[in-house]
């Protein structure tokens, strides 16, 4: 079978114009689409053998997810990661994480609820011990979709899956870069997970406060650290 299909396995549920966002959302999280690269439709299209169209529509997708932007007369480019952008997003992620947490923790009726998050919490540890940060990133945001599955506030929901590409685009930074970060993220889960439990709204709010700024920094001090390192000239 050719064109997009032999290029990577799609979940046949997806519509076109996700699967060719999906595609071209990987790219950039995992940094082979660099900030300001130029997106070409037509390039994109001949790749995936579809249409312009599709391309043209899959890219305001990836638009409203905040990855790329699109100006006028100059078409799509890779979104830049900005100190300014950085602060602002983890603001965001700060007062999301913290309303769906707390009202996950107000929500659960039996523990068994709650027996999902167990599950994900032993398979986030296993993969932090191999070291495994494409699916441990990925299996991350799997807990972020169980809780929206018992909190059920689809505006909240929304905004969530929208953010979701920027969250994890700066979440696979830092870990691809700092790998000793799994730990700390695994450790956030599990203290996050006991606060939910015992509908401790307090140490929740200070979990995940502390959570956002350490990931915060930590991105700011890498593209500080990128932007201030020597370029290298060949011997």
Known sequence: MGGLFSIMFFKAADSLTEQIAQHLANKIITGKLKSRER???LKIAHELDVSRGS?????LLLQRRHLIDILPRRGAMVSDLTEHKIRCLYAMVENLYTMLAVELAGKWKELHQLK??????ERLKNLAREGNVEEFVKCSFVVIDLANNIVKNPYLAQILNNLQP???RTYHLA?????EELEQSLNFFNQILI??????LTRIEQLVREYAHSNRDLILAIMSDEHCAPEVTPA
């Open 39 to 41: 997106i070409q439709e």
């Open 55 to 59: 391309v043209r529509e899959a890219l």
């Open 116 to 121: 999902p998050f167990e599950v994900y919490l």
């Open 166 to 168: 920027a969250i994890h």
């Open 175 to 179: 870990l691809s870069r700092r790998e």
């Open 195 to 200: 606060a939910i439990m015992q509908r401790d």
